[in-house]
Nanobody
Framework: QVQLVESGGGLVQAGGSLRLSCAAS????????MGWYRQPPGKQRELVAS???????SYADSAKGRFAISRDNAKNTVYLQMNSLKTDDTAVYYC?????????WGQGTQVTVSS
């Protein structure tokens, strides 16, 4: 069983920055993809960025140039550095771990960007 614990959300003004962290614990398959999803109010959950255990990254168009995903495999932790935040980035952000054995989700962390 895998547990994911997110941290780093909060309230920030437009143009500001936040860094989200997600620590994974439990039985983790060595090859995996960790990602950040978000769910804005009244909308569906969407992928923001992902990174494989080899370090290959992928971003949603809305995140390109502003967000950076990284990971520390020794700590089983993934990070999302968010810069130049916009009000449209307001959402609950969820961490995801995807392995050949299945996937796990964190509980979510709220990010609110004020104008």
């Amino acid at each position: 069983q895998v547990q994911l614990v997110e941290s780093g959300g909060g309230l920030v003004q437009a143009g500001g920055s936040l860094r989200l962290s997600c620590a994974a614990s439990g039985s983790i398959f060595s090859f995996n993809v960790m990602g950040w999803y978000r769910q804005p109010p009244g909308k569906q959950r969407e992928l923001v960025a992902s990174i494989t255990s080899f370090g290959s990254t992928s971003y949603a168009d809305s995140a390109k140039g502003r967000f950076a995903i990284s990971r520390d495999n020794a700590k089983n932790t993934v990070y999302l550095q968010m810069n130049s935040l916009k009000t449209d980035d307001t959402a609950v952000y969820y961490c995801n771990l995807n392995t050949p054995r299945g996937e796990s989700w964190g509980q979510g962390t709220q990010v609110t960007v004020s104008s």
